[in-house]
């Protein structure tokens, strides 16, 4: 596995066990696309120093220097950091990323929409990008989701932005639950946080994608992505 495949997959496993304590190691090593338990234990055990049954789920968690955020290891996150905003009716050009964490695809296709962007002579450093995804990530196998990387444009021009292999989403005026995030470890944590959230609001909507709303047009290095992760309350 390349590192940033790894890496993900690990992130992906720990938002898991903390979120489902009792969640055997079988069934999380196949959620997150490691072949056998033993190579998830192993890779696991190489990464946070030690192997994932003699992990107290909720103790904390030493993730060392080499994952995205090394700050956020608490086993608890923080709820306070979420947040309820409103999002404005906004039109996304996006191109779709499938199994988006399979050999750095997703860091692969945001290098490539913003060398799309430039083709058309528009500045990627002032695009307001997102991300969008319609599967829930924590349950979904990696190699079935699919993540969208768009940027926002006015109704009027999405038309002639937008080229044959990318889509137009329009989406509705929301107001939403986010939390502002700096890396994806920090973001693996986060939307399980909010997936709790709205699980306790029946009326929240389910046909709306969960969203990346980057602060600035990211590169091709993750770990310096910041971005508010938000999901559709009404």
């Known amino acids: 596995l390349g590192d940033f495949t790894r890496r993900a997959r690990l992130e ?8 489902d304590c009792d969640r055997p190691l079988t069934a999380v090593a196949g959620d997150v696309g490691f072949a056998t338990p033993s190579e998830f234990s192993r890779v696991f055990r190489e990464r946070f120093g030690v192997a994932p049954s003699r992990w107290n789920r909720r103790d904390r968690l030493d993730v060392g220097e080499s994952l995205a955020d090394p700050s956020m290891t608490a086993a608890s996150f923080d709820e306070d950091r979420v947040v309820e905003r ?8 996006a191109t779709r990323v499938r199994d988006p964490w399979r050999s750095g695809r997703l860091v692969a296709a945001v290098g490539g929409m913003a060398d799309s962007w430039a083709e058309r002579g528009l500045a990627w450093g002032s695009a307001s990008v997102v991300g969008l995804s319609w599967e829930d990530e924590l349950s979904t196998p990696l190699e079935r989701l699919s993540y969208a990387v768009g940027v926002v444009v006015s109704p009027d021009s999405a038309a002639a932005a937008s080229r044959a292999a990318e889509s137009l989403h329009r989406l509705a005026a929301a107001r ?7 890396g994806l470890t920090d973001a693996a944590l986060a939307w399980p946080t909010l997936y709790r959230w709205i699980a306790e609001r029946p009326d929240a909507p389910v046909d709306r994608p969960a969203v990346k709303w980057f602060d600035h047009a990211p590169g091709t290095d ?4 910041r971005f508010a992760c938000s999901i559709a309350i009404a």
Do not use: G, K, L
């Open 222 to 225: 993750p770990s310096e992505w």
């Open 86 to 93: 409103t999002r404005p009716a906004t039109t996304v050009v």
């Open 12 to 19: 992906r496993a720990v938002a898991i066990m903390r979120t």
């Open 176 to 182: 939403t639950v986010e939390v502002d995030c700096a």
